[in-house]
Every structure is written in C-alpha cells, then in structure tokens.
C-alpha cells in the first residue's frame, strides 16, 4: 500500500519560502505514468492544484502560481518536495501531496494526511 | 475553458438518489475523477475514468459523463456520505489540471 507523508514547518514568516516534502513509501517513485502533485485548500474553500513534477522529472504548474512555486523530485529518497516563495497570508492553507495516475484517465489514488501551513510574523 | 463549475450545495433526503454535476470544456477530451472530503479529512478519491471505483468505495457511488458534463451519482443515499464532493480533470492542454468548486452534499 503506498503511503505518502508530509514533513515541514507550520508556519512561516511573510516575504519568505514555504518548503513541504512528501515521502513516499511502498512504491517507487519513478514509476512510469505517475505524476506526484501538490495540492491546497484556502481556509474554507475548494481544492486548488498547485503543480506537479513526473516520473521523469518535468514539471508543470498553475498559472497563477507559477512564478513562485518549485516542485522538486528526489529519486535517492523517494521524496518530492514543494517550494512557494515570497509568501503573503494569501498562501495560509491545507497543503497536500497526492500520487496522480495516467490511466483510465488521470485520478490522484492517493494523499498525504495534509499539512496547515500559516502565514504569519 | 479550464474551468470546471459545480452547483455550491445540493441536499438529498436518507436513501433517496441524488446526482451532482460538474461542468467543463476539457470534460470532452478527458475523464473526470470525483473526490469525497470530510471535514479535517484529506479527500478521498471515489470514482475515475468512464465509471471505476476504488477498493472500498460502496457501489451506491457512480459516476457517467455525457459531452462536457460528467455526473456522480449516489443511489441510496446514507448519513455518511455527507461530505464535500470534488470534480478534477486535465484541462485541454493536458498539462494543467482543474478542480470544480466542491458541492456540498447533505443528506437529510
């Protein structure tokens, strides 16, 4: 059973970078067709994709993001990681990795428990 | 588009049918996948592709899809399906991906 856990601190300083890593266990990371994402969810609000990084290492990620964001894959240890710079109280969120899957279709299989990540000073 | 719109709220009485919708372009070229989220849970993925559940998803849960409408379906409503539900695809691009505004499911 694959597992994914979330590391990294709580909370952080404005003007500063956020840094989340998501260790995968049981499964390989560089399993083909598999996309390892970021995820968060505003106070109150839906679900916002963050990016993704593959298999193989390419990377894409939201538009209105992008300029900010860092998604980095560390095959030795299994791990991936998120990096948002220059962060506001506008990125006080549930932050989540996930393993998305191309298969029948694109689906994330499965999630990290979360990480609530606060904005302050 | 790359957006995708959900109805915000949709209620549905115990062991009655209910189906929520999400809407979008990209829904013509890609699947939809549809998550279920808990309050201060991490969501959880009830159905992908044309209709395929999970090990351990009831199958009172279904999904279909026609045009650039994809529909979740719970058939028998129970107490513990209250919960947000989520729609997700790749945008037309393929590279992007989109999620709906959530619909949040009570069952009365």
């Known amino acids: 059973q694959v597992q994914l856990q979330q590391s990294g601190p709580g909370l952080v300083k404005p003007s500063q970078t956020l840094s989340l890593t998501c260790t995968v266990s049981?499964?390989?990371?560089?399993?083909?067709?598999?996309?390892w994402t970021w995820i968060r969810q505003l106070p109150g609000k839906g679900l916002e994709w963050i990016g993704y990084?593959?298999?193989?290492?390419?990377?894409s990620y939201n538009p209105s993001l992008k300029s900010r964001v860092t998604i980095s894959l560390y095959t030795s240890k299994n791990q991936f990681s998120l990096n948002l710079n220059s962060v506001t109280a506008a990125d006080t969120a549930m932050y989540y990795c996930?393993?998305?899957?191309?298969?029948?279709?694109?689906?994330?299989?499965?999630w990290g428990q979360g990480a609530l990540v606060t904005v302050s000073s | 588009s790359s957006e995708l719109t959900q109805d915000p709220a949709v209620s549905v009485a115990l062991g009655q049918t209910v189906r929520i919708t999400c809407q979008g372009d990209?829904?013509?070229?890609?699947?939809a996948s549809w998550y279920q989220q808990k309050p201060r849970q991490a969501p959880v993925l009830v159905i992908y592709g044309r209709n395929t559940r999970p090990s351990g998803i009831p199958d009172r849960i279904s999904g279909s899809s026609s045009g650039n409408t994809a529909s979740l379906t719970i058939t028998g409503a129970q107490a513990e399906d209250e919960a947000d539900y989520y729609c997700?695809?790749?945008?037309?691009?393929?590279?992007?991906?989109?999620f709906g505004g959530g619909t949040k499911l009570t069952v009365l």
């Open positions: 990084i593959s298999y193989s290492g390419s990377t």
């Open positions: 049981g499964g390989s990371i560089t399993g083909g067709g598999l996309f």
């Open positions: 996930a393993r998305e899957v191309a298969g029948a279709g694109y689906y994330f299989d499965f």
């Open positions: 997700n695809s790749r945008d037309s691009s393929n590279n992007h991906l989109v």
């Open positions: 990209s829904l013509r070229s890609h699947y």
